[in-house]
């Protein structure tokens, strides 16, 4: 006696060994004994054998016409042998009755199941549309083959060129475009981004950058909708000073200015003045939900795209020659021992009598020139003089509390790109200068702004009106700046409280500061119930969430386009060698150049060591430069710079271009092209 049982929907047969009142135990063709329960045996037969009569009845299942068989099957609950005596013969044996069985349970469109060996036929609404289902996925299953056919012979189907950031970022793994890439990869055994590669789907390196962001970040585009800027409606006083600002000659949002009056007098009066865009945009305005919504602006070399439209930020902006709405802290200074007595806030308009531009002062505005030691021949010599003397005294006390010096051993850089107007093509020809940190112009304007952004953190804590700030428990390593809607230190400044509030024509968390302080200057100690944010606001929250993750966002992509446009100097340059200094596991960082890479053959070298190495490839899809040793220069960076690059080696990530698309038959492991580490 044989048995046909159901095991979890697949079903077996083998030879009945036992009989219990609940259960039989069956030997399998393989020999493998089975315990299986009375009620999922399915059918008895003496033959065939089991093997034989699985085979025929699949055999014959195919012959089953669906439409006939739903045709003229009973309209309530039938079993499969009641089935394969109306549809084949009403002497049908185990062979047809088995091949029944098996084509109604493949069936589930025409057929419901309604128990063991039991089915109902579905109603013919459920059947037309799951024909016609089962008739667009055919359709579908033809066109990724199509697609991928043309995929691994080198041309991209316009629709998978249309979907391509959707594919590799953010795709829907049932779309028949991610299919047809995942298909053709497989098919090539080629990574996907090399696929599509040599297809044509990425034509430019840099425009796949690009575009990936603005995928990412500005699906709907950045442009800006209509908006007017709002006029300054408050009676505000003209103050007395001429104001100058400190600035790249690219910047047009020109947030800050600085003035001073009484030298000579034994006690000055320092001015910062922050451009006021928040005494005309309102919250939950037009502007506001529009800054709000692109919370930063986003810089790159050549282009940016602004939190606010032009015309609005030139409203505000610090501009030469004009009488700016501005909020000015005004901070009274000792002459002599240039401790800060007292400041003060005020509303006002500021006459900005120039706009200074450090990149074409920098070479005259030096250390000596400011200490008196050389002829200052530049405009507000006095002013400025005065300004580094109180930056240098201002860092020192920050560096008393920070416990450690403030070291600039590394320059930045600027980036040029020739003839570029408008949107870069990545094609422009790039200039590289380097720009030592700390320059003294860079040190007026940094202390300037971290002694504004303090002082008015503790103003809007003695008043009790929240707002948000930027924390740092510690040094230590690991411990992160942190921002939260409660003052406390930041040991990476070195002071008691932090907040950003000197930029708010081009970050958001600056804007939203400064409606707070401008409720601070108006209303004074009753300010808490005048400003637009209430403690424990669950808006500054939402702002504070948001920004991290677009500020975050901007900044990756920042220093990814600058990694491109370096690799891209070091094409156009020639350069087949460079000289870098070795910081861990292979890792070392270019002289002259923002570039860190691994470079083969440096795995072993102390840190610090500086070496030349050989550029042996370079990929602009991946931001990956290629080098192995050349040679050993047998010199030691400065300790400070090693020390330096020894906890950014430590923190710094892999570094990985992750595609979201798997090509394992298991969900859940996404593929990862390499790509370098960030850039300096």
């Known amino acids: 006696m044989y048995a046909l049982f159901d095991d979890a929907g697949k079903f077996h047969a083998g030879r009945v060994m036992s009989e219990a009142d609940s259960s039989i135990q069956v030997e399998l063709d393989s020999g493998k004994r089975v315990k299986v329960k009375s009620a999922n045996v399915l059918l008895r037969f003496e033959k065939p054998q089991p093997a034989e009569l699985l085979a025929a009845a ?30 084949f013969d009403a002497k049908a044996g185990p062979e047809l009755q088995a091949a029944a069985l098996l084509r109604l349970f493949e069936a589930p469109h025409y057929f419901r199941r309604a128990g063991k060996g039991l089915f109902k036929k579905a109603p013919e ?6 024909l016609l289902a089962i008739e667009r996925k055919k359709q579908q299953a033809e066109q990724i083959e199509a697609w991928a056919g043309e995929l691994v012979a080198g041309q991209c189907p316009a629709p998978v060129r249309e979907q391509l950031y959707k594919i590799l970022f953010k795709p829907d793994k049932n779309a028949p475009e991610y299919k047809a890439v995942v298909e053709a990869a497989k098919r090539s055994q080629r990574a996907p981004l090399d696929l599509l590669k040599s297809a044509g789907a990425i034509a430019s390196a840099y425009q796949f950058h690009w575009q990936r962001f603005l995928f990412e970040q500005f699906p709907k585009g950045y442009g800006f909708p209509p908006l007017d800027a709002p006029a300054v409606r408050d009676e505000l006083p003209r103050a007395d000073v ?41 919250p939950d305005s037009a502007l506001d939900k529009v800054a709000r919504e692109r919370l930063s602006t986003v810089y790159m070399p050549g282009y940016k795209i602004t939190m606010l439209p032009d015309a609005v930020v030139q409203a505000y902006t610090l501009i030469e020659g004009r009488d700016c709405p501005a909020v000015s802290l005004y901070v009274t200074i000792d002459e002599a021992t240039l401790a800060v007595q007292s400041s003060e806030t005020k509303l006002e308009r500021v006459p900005i009598a120039a706009n200074l531009r450090h990149d074409q002062l ?38 008393v509390v920070r416990g450690k010096p403030e070291n600039f051993n590394r320059p930045d850089y600027n980036y040029r790109l020739e003839g570029n107007v408008g949107e870069p093509e990545g094609s422009e020809t790039v200039r590289i200068t380097e720009r030592r940190r700390g320059a003294p112009l860079d040190l007026i304007v940094s202390e300037a702004m971290i002694l504004a952004n303090s002082r008015w953190g503790g103003w809007l804590a003695e008043l009790g009106v929240p707002g948000i700030y930027r924390s740092q428990a510690s040094l230590a390593p690991g411990v992160k700046v942190r921002m939260g809607v409660k003052p406390a230190p930041h040991a990476g400044m070195g002071v008691a409280q932090y907040t ?4 708010p024509l081009r970050r958001y968390v600056d804007l939203a500061n400064q409606w707070q302080i401008i409720a601070c200057a108006r209303h004074g100690r009753t300010a808490a119930l005048a400003a637009p944010f209430k ?4 808006m500054l929250f939402s702002i504070i969430s948001g920004f991290d993750t677009a500020y975050s966002a901007y900044n990756g992509f920042q220093s990814a386009i600058e990694r491109y446009w370096a690799l891209r100097f070091v094409e156009q340059q020639g ?8 910081m861990k596991d292979g890792l070392v960082r270019c002289d002259h150049l923002p570039l860190v890479f691994r470079a083969l053959g440096t795995e072993s070298l102390p840190r610090g060591t500086h070496v030349r190495v050989r550029v042996t490839g370079i990929d602009l899809l991946t931001l990956d430069l290629h080098a192995s040793l050349a040679a050993r220069l047998d010199d030691q960076v400065a300790d400070e710079a090693a020390a330096e690059d020894e906890a950014e080696a430590e923190e710094a990530p892999a570094g990985t271009l992750t595609l979201a698309i798997d090509l394992a038959d298991d969900a859940g492991e996404a593929e990862a092209a390499p790509a370098p580490p960030p850039a300096a």
């Open 362 to 399: 920098d070479d005259r505005i030096t250390e000596d020139t400011l200490l008196g030691k050389a002829p200052a021949d530049y405009p507000f010599a006095a002013e400025l003089a005065f300004f580094f003397r109180l930056a240098q005294s201002l860092k020192a006390a920050r560096e």
């Open 535 to 538: 403690p424990k606001d669950a």
């Open 575 to 582: 350069l087949t060698e460079l000289d870098a200094a070795v």
């Open 58 to 87: 699949q055999a014959r299942a195919a012959e089953i016409d669906l439409d006939l068989a739903w045709e003229f099957a009973p309209e309530g609950e039938f079993g499969f042998v009641e089935f394969a005596r109306e549809y």
């Open 125 to 130: 609404e459920i059947v037309k549309a799951a």
């Open 242 to 282: 001429a104001a100058f600002s400190i600035d790249d000659s690219q910047t047009t949002e020109i947030d800050d200015a600085l003035s001073v009056r009484g030298l000579g007098s034994g006690t000055v009066m320092l001015g910062i003045h922050i451009a006021a865009p928040g005494l005309a945009i309102t």
């Open 500 to 503: 950003w509030a000197t930029s």
